[in-house]
């Protein structure tokens, strides 16, 4: 997880968004007709009401349809287990292609609120649970029906803290801001505190324990408010996007 690369991205998101909800594990209070429904259904039932999936969805109908087709194909042709679904993958080009471009193009203040609530969930989640900290780091948490109920509420508040910078974006167009370069990151998080060998441990970040993992996330997810007020969103737009 180098801070080139590092995948503090969306396909968190989305891959949640699909893996739980399609099994019925991430449930916001929605309410079903009483006619049965199918579990390709209900989860695009569930798509359609969370948080940021929904409204990209709506945004853009093709992808939608992807990921239909992903989760039929899933159904009929499950995948070995360990491997990413299909769906997983579909969901991951929304965020690619059309969520990702909205929050570099998001203004700071949305930005920033975004990294404030990564900030509060993995705060949570290294008390609840150190390796859902940790999975949250590596942008895969596996069950998030299994998290605490404040754990839960936290999660669906980062989802939409995310909706709102995605919402910006779209409003600007799409046009991007200012957004710091990998170097100017690595100096940036130098200056909140962060050591050579946090560094060092970030760029073997996938053979960290969980609670060292969960504490170097924690150390970026936290860093804009120590920044100079000029470089907060355009760090945080580095770390949303990449």
Known sequence: MA???H???VVLVAAIAVLLLASGGLAYGIKLESVPLSPIERAMI?????PLIGMALKDNASAEKDIREALEEDLRN???PGVPSRAFYAVGALSRDHIRPMLGAADDASVIAVMAARFALATRLRADD???CREFAMNSIQRVDRLTPEAQQLFKDFLTKMETAYRNGRAANGKPQPMSAPAEVVQLLAQTGFTQDDLNALNRFAA????RACDIDLKIDGAPPKLAADKQGPFSRFVLTH
């Open 3 to 5: 801070i080139a690369g």
């Open 208 to 211: 960290l324990p969980a609670l």
């Open 130 to 132: 150190p390796q859902s």
């Open 78 to 80: 499950p995948v070995a």
């Open 46 to 50: 569930d798509l359609r009401a969370t």
């Open 7 to 9: 995948k503090r991205n």
